[in-house]
């Protein structure tokens, strides 16, 4: 059983950064591609980006060029860095463990989720 548990959400003005990681458990972590979510209220549950075992990238339109993911495998651990934080980014963000290396494999474990909250 693999557990991801994510951290670093908090409040941030618009125009602000933050940096989410989330840390699994589990030696398979190097062979899995990650994923962030993120959903907000009253939406459904939208994918921001991923990268894969290799660590190839790829980000939904609406946060290209503000996100970057990163993976550090020695740590087991993924990130997520946003920055020109726009009130619409505002939702609770997760990670998912994807069940191979590529970004077109099934989700197969997900975080607790972390509220991100960017005011105007």
């Known amino acids: 059983q693999v557990q991801l548990m994510e951290s670093g959400g908090g409040l941030v003005q618009g125009g602000g950064s933050l940096r989410l990681s989330c840390a699994a458990s589990g030696s398979i972590f190097r062979f899995n591609a990650m994923g962030w979510y993120r959903q907000a209220p009253g939406k459904k549950r939208e994918l921001v980006g991923g990268i894969t075992s290799s660590g190839t990238t790829n980000y939904a339109s609406s946060v290209k060029g503000r996100f970057t993911i990163s993976r550090e495998n020695a740590k087991n651990t993924v990130y997520l860095q946003m920055n020109s934080l726009e009130p619409e980014d505002t939702a609770v963000y997760y990670c998912?463990?994807?069940?191979?290396?590529?970004?077109?494999?099934?989700?197969?474990?997900w975080g607790q989720g972390t509220q991100v909250t960017v005011s105007s």
């Open positions: 998912a463990l994807y069940s191979g290396g590529y970004l077109y494999n099934p989700v197969q474990y």
